[in-house]
């Protein structure tokens, strides 16, 4: 299972430090979503869906960051176009008939 990825070109990790100065809202540098971006407050995992969402560039707390607190967003994936497998019924052909 070591090579799971091979093939997935959109894997593409950007880190981006947002800083201390606390809040709810903060700006993200290319679309994204929630289970593809990691975000880490003081240090500590926060949970997708739980302690955060993003919509588009945005990314929200549920509660607000106490300024002072670092807050550090891995985005795991660059959002386009995901590879798609080839249409099976094209390629299989045995005896001129298709197996579906």
Known sequence: M???LVGNTNYAPVWKD???GGG???TLDGSGTA???L???GGSIQEPGVDYSISGTSLSMTSAITA???VLTCQLYALGTVNVP???KRVM???KEVIV
């Open 2 to 4: 070591s090579n799971f």
């Open 18 to 20: 947002h800083g201390t």
């Open 24 to 26: 709810t809202s903060y």
């Open 35 to 37: 289970v593809g971006t």
């Open 39 to 41: 975000v880490y407050v």
């Open 68 to 70: 002072g607190i670092g």
């Open 86 to 88: 080839v249409d099976i």
């Open 93 to 95: 052909n045995v005896n």
